[in-house]
């Protein structure tokens, strides 16, 4: 069963499973201790530090192993924040950070502090020049992913770095979906990571802190780790953790490259193969793996479920598999389509023929969804309305925009059509099919009824 989700989680390679069952034998004892086992296991944890450190780019006195990578993102924003409190509140980050990012403006906005967001393009990326302005007074610490975990996008991170030192603040730089590929342009101040994004065992994510950073760990203090990630070492984690970065590193140019191939094949063919499809992310600066494309009139829950039963397991950033009942924070900060939404990530060794028969099986899928939602082409009416209203109210994404479609061709062209919906997706799918169909958005109005109103204009 070809399984296309490595941006969650990569399968355990082969060295970190290797790595991960020797040092089960001989990393068990505690490496604070001064007996032979003790030694033998600080070896080990010593070892594991030199190597994830030259990975970085670091020295390994600035590196620390965390529980988790979302554990190192929020110990490296509390920790740089409080080091920087007599500098100011402020903390800035891009629209489209990880979830563990903006969980942690969340707190510092709770304490008082302030979180400003830098808008992205419709690629995902930030402009250097516009998160520039935002590093003013009182700014004690700026985040940017290194690339995007929902649609691929590499960010400047090289031109903010450069931006955040002239402007004398720290960068944060969460490294979780790029590190296995390369090093991580230079200029950073704070970099985090997560083992299990580059093959290696979940529960092991590191930190890496600049030397001359002003960083006050928060919490109560621990002798491990420098203080910055208390309790007792998963040694043998940590162990597979550093090795298999060390393997996945050399093996990244030429698997990069092939799976690029792979990848641009699905980016071309699927709008080939799909109707109304649009992929997202930039389609040159971005990771060599992923890619992100999402399907007008489709149900997303449906759709991965369908891919699922073909023996394909693929994520999503739809609200229609969301807990919250929202779209991706990503997609709606891209202002992309957000139903039907499909997040294709390529572990290493993916097969080509594995590829083939995914783009053999989607069609199929995506119309069957189409076909179960209603979403066939309806004739126009032969007289033409001036205006039309579509009540959608409780109906959840795609069906909202599917209504849209079905009616705006009993409109004469220059007349309206206005989609009344409580789904939080059609603020954003809606200008999104009217981008795609070469329809006019012409905005959001309120309604004797209290929901949203959306007034879409023919133009075509």
Request: charged share 20%; hydrophobic share 45%.
């Amino acid at each position: 069963m070809p399984y296309f989700d490595a941006a969650s989680a990569a399968p355990l390679h082969p060295v970190a499973r290797q790595a991960l069952l020797a040092a089960l034998d001989e990393g068990w004892a505690d490496p604070a201790r001064l007996y032979r086992e003790g030694r033998r296991a600080r070896l080990l944890l010593d070892a594991a530090r030199e190597a994830a450190a030259e990975a970085v780019g670091c020295r390994p006195d600035e590196l620390v192993f965390t529980p988790s990578g979302t554990r190192a993102v929020h110990s490296g924003v509390s920790g740089a924040l409080a080091g920087r409190r007599r500098i100011g509140g402020r903390l800035v980050v891009s629209a489209v950070e990880h979830s563990s990012v903006l969980h942690a403006g969340e707190a510092h906005a709770a304490a008082g502090g302030t979180v400003t967001e830098v808008p992205v393009g419709r690629t995902g990326a930030v402009d250097p020049e516009v998160f520039a302005a935002e590093l003013g007074e009182g700014v004690a610490l700026a985040c940017l992913q290194s690339a995007n975990h929902e649609v691929g996008t590499e960010q400047p991170v090289a031109e903010v770095a450069e931006a955040c030192r002239a402007a004398g603040v720290p960068l944060l730089v969460d490294a979780a979906q790029s590190l296995g590929w390369g090093p991580v342009p230079e200029g950073w101040s704070l970099l985090a990571a997560s083992a299990h994004k580059w093959g290696g065992p979940a529960g092991v994510g590191l930190l890496a802190v600049r030397k001359g950073v002003r960083f006050a760990p928060q919490g109560p203090s621990d002798e491990r780790e420098s203080g910055r990630a208390p309790g007792f070492e998963n040694l043998p984690a940590i162990v597979a953790a550093a090795a298999s970065l060390r393997a996945v590193r050399a093996e990244a140019a030429a698997e990069g490259a092939r799976l690029r191939g792979l990848v641009d094949r699905i980016r071309a063919r699927v709008p080939e193969l799909v109707p109304d499809v649009e992929v997202v992310g930039d389609p040159v600066r971005r990771l060599p793996h992923l890619v992100t494309f999402s399907c007008l009139y489709v149900d997303g829950e449906t759709l991965l479920s369908e891919l699922d039963r073909e023996g394909f397991s693929v994520s999503s950033g739809s609200s229609c598999t969301s807990s919250t009942l929202t779209p991706s924070h990503v997609l709606r900060a891209m202002g992309v389509l957000s139903e039907g939404n499909v997040r294709v990530s390529l572990p290493s060794g993916t097969a080509e023929a594995d590829v083939d028969r995914f783009l053999a099986v989607l069609p199929g899928v995506v119309a069957s969804v189409r076909e179960r939602l209603g979403a066939a082409p309806v004739a126009a009416e032969p007289v033409l309305a001036e205006e039309l209203v579509v009540d959608a109210l409780g109906k959840r994404c795609p069906i909202p925009v599917i209504e849209l479609a079905k009616v705006i061709g009993s409109v004469r062209v220059g007349g309206t059509v206005t989609v009344l919906s409580d789904d939080a997706a059609a603020r954003l799918d809606i200008p999104a099919w009217c981008g795609m169909r070469g329809q006019e958005y012409v905005g959001e109005v309120p309604s004797p009824q209290g929901a949203p109103a959306y007034v879409v204009r023919r133009t075509t």
